[in-house]
């Protein structure tokens, strides 16, 4: 076969079928990412590269590795990657857009019901024993119902949750970098500034890509902006929230709840502080992980990284240079 590539995880089979019938794959082994020295060693080896979001594919590493022909990353997001430097070096980079929207629509909906009903302090209530009778005043929580759902970032993501928003018949507002005219027309969204979706609503979803611009976005002062009561939920990337601002944050009742799919660090170690908190919750970056989604983004990475061996235009690039400056 001629192409080489290197795969930094195992994926489904039915995609790992898909690209062994096409060229000569080897698959890292491990259930934890390749270390730096081993993407060193191995990148510059072969023709393609698939990689996950905890591959750090940096410059360095772009620019050893002379026989790289595509990047094909298995997320939408794509914040591991240098992307100037891969468009610099003509290598094309794929990613895995839409095929996961939903099934993080649907996860962002499960953690504001978890956080808005305290599921896991009943859980753990009901199992330790505690559950004695009917108590009218135990475990209050808020109403989702009726809320206003603050989305900050109205990508396609932050389209699905508003959309299921308003099944719950929620009242809808959002920041954007630039106003979404489709929000606002199909889903009712109110264009609001960043201040005031954080002053006003009762859930902050959040659904920005990571980046210059949003590394920090909730900090300190945002968090003092937000309501006493306000639920922080976040399924995009764990370094968009200054976690030691939200730990004071939670634990001085500055805001309600915070239920986070993504954290930073990532993973959060086991001995971390957020953990203890009871007015928390933390899943472990599960957005995408339906038997589903999951499937479809492999098979996807896969479209692309063949796409991009062929020297085709991939069929979701989130770099795509220009064929004829690419040697
Ligand atoms: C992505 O695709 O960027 C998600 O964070 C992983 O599902």
Not at 61 to 66: E, G, M, V, Y
Not at 88 to 102: F, N, R, S
Not at 265 to 274: A, R, S
Request: proline share 6%; glycine share 8%.
């Amino acid at each position: 076969m001629p192409y080489s590539v290197f795969v930094t995880r195992h994926l489904t089979q039915e995609a790992e079928e898909k690209l062994d019938g096409f060229c000569q794959a080897e698959y890292w082994p491990e259930d934890t990412p390749p270390s730096y020295d081993v993407l060193l060693e191995k990148t510059p080896t072969v023709d393609g590269l698939v990689c996950l979001l905890t591959d750090r594919i940096d410059e360095n590493l772009i620019n050893q590795a002379k026989n790289l022909k595509v990047i094909s990353q298995v997320a939408v997001g794509v914040d591991n990657i240098d992307l100037e430097a891969a468009a610099q070096a003509g290598i094309p980079v794929g990613h895995t857009p839409d095929l996961l929207t939903d099934a993080t629509a649907d996860l962002a909906i499960a953690l504001i019901m978890a956080a808005a009903r305290r599921l896991s302090e009943a859980i753990t209530y009901t199992a330790e024993g505690r559950w004695k009778t009917w108590e009218l005043t135990t475990l209050l929580g808020a109403d989702v119902h009726g809320a206003t759902l603050g989305i900050l970032g109205m990508g396609r993501i932050g389209q699905a949750v508003a959309q299921r928003g308003l099944g719950f018949n929620m009242d809808i507002m959002y920041y954007n970098r630039s106003r979404v005219p489709e929000a606002e027309t199909e889903l009712g969204a109110e264009y609001v500034t960043l201040t005031e979706l954080l002053q006003q609503a009762d859930i902050v979803s959040l659904h920005v890509p990571l980046n210059d611009a949003t590394r920090g976005m909730i900090g300190r002062d945002e968090l003092a902006l937000m309501k006493p009561n306000a639920i922080l939920v976040n399924t995009a990337r764990g370094e968009v929230v200054d976690t030691e601002a939200l730990v004071n944050a939670l634990n001085s009742g500055q805001i309600g709840y915070a239920a986070l799919d993504v954290t930073d660090p990532e993973p959060l170690p086991p001995d971390h502080e957020l953990y203890q908190l009871p007015n928390a919750i933390i899943t472990p970056h599960i957005g995408s992980a339906t038997r589903t989604a999951r499937n479809n983004i492999s098979l996807l990475a896969v479209e692309n990284l063949i796409a991009g061996l062929e020297g085709r235009p991939l069929p979701a690039a989130a770099v795509q240079p220009d064929q004829d400056n690419h040697d």
